[in-house]
């Protein structure tokens, strides 16, 4: 995106995030934390209705931390920072204020950045393509590697039942992946971006691709672009097709497609990015890796 001038105006919200039940499914390293899909219906939700910019076309968006959920907490304190440009887009900041050992110190960490855009306003090379033919493009080409949603949450993909939500067999090709995902069973969840579950469900896709032919267990870091055709909804099920791109140095990069039950597009991610946020910690197991 090319470089923009200082922002028309500034403003920031506090927020009282609530941890449902099946929120505490969601843990990574045996720590429970709010998935990025997650944090970003929460600034969509909390976006100012009179500052325009359209919620479901985002641009440059970035996990930064991580945000850890206490056991013990029904809500999380967080602040939504917010900025409107000249040009009609807006930057959604979400952080929280983190206290040093023996609370000698306090600072502000990011866990979530987004450009959401007006209507006709793009960053350059990242314009939607025609749609693909979905029955040609569902399936992806060459031999394929299949894993069953069991084994992809038991062993790859370990969370709890609420983010179970690939249905069926995941099946793997070094040209891509092609799923079935779930708008999930809580309609409490849904927002102006629609339910978060499918596309947390299509990342886990993505993560046994990365274990397959990358050797590694990653996590989404950000993505490039996402456009929302139609909003997912709760009780609903969505074909999905991830294509890898080129990585980027540790970077394994995706396009990502959700189709609805006309196998129209419903939802476009362009260059989703993942990588190893544990430095090696974790390793996918032998019988998932490919010549293993």
């Not at 069991?150 to 249905?167: I, K, Q, T, W």
């Not at 046994?208 to 909804?233: C, H, K, M, S």
Request: glycine share 10%.
């Amino acid at each position: 995106m090319e470089n923009i001038s200082q922002p028309l105006e500034t403003i920031a919200i506090s927020l009282a995030i609530s941890v449902p039940a099946y929120l505490r499914d969601h843990h990574v390293g045996g720590s429970v934390v709010l998935p990025a899909v997650e944090a970003l219906q929460t600034v969509a939700r909390s976006k100012p209705a009179t500052w325009g910019a359209d919620p479901c076309r985002q641009e440059r968006a970035v996990f930064h931390h991580l945000l850890g959920i206490d056991a013990r907490t029904g809500e999380i304190q967080a602040l939504h920072e917010h900025a409107r440009y000249a040009d009609g887009r807006c930057l959604s900041r979400l952080t929280t204020l983190r206290s040093g050992l023996q609370m000698k110190f306090t600072r502000r960490m990011e866990h979530v950045s987004v450009f959401f855009m007006p209507e006709g306003l793009e960053e350059a090379g990242c314009g939607t393509d025609p749609p693909p033919d979905p029955a040609e493009t569902i399936m992806p080409e060459g031999p394929t590697f299949t894993v069953s949603n069991s084994r992809l949450y038991d062993e790859l993909v370990p969370f709890g039942p609420a983010y179970r939500n690939v249905r069926g067999d995941v099946l793997l090709a070094e040209t891509g992946v092609s799923a079935t995902v779930s708008g999930g069973d809580f309609p409490e969840a849904a927002g102006p971006l629609g339910s978060p579950f499918p596309l947390d469900a299509a990342m886990h896709a993505a993560c046994a691709w990365g274990q397959r032919y990358r050797n590694r267990v990653v996590f989404p870091i950000g993505f490039d672009r996402r456009e929302i055709l139609a909003p997912t909804r709760a009780g609903e099920t969505y074909p999905c097709r991830i294509t890898p791109l080129p990585d980027d140095g540790a970077v394994l990069r995706f396009d990502v497609r959700l189709y609805g039950r006309d196998r129209r597009l419903v939802e476009v991610i362009r260059g989703l990015k993942m990588r190893d946020i544990f430095g090696g910690k974790l390793t996918p197991p032998a019988w998932v890796r490919e010549g293993v």
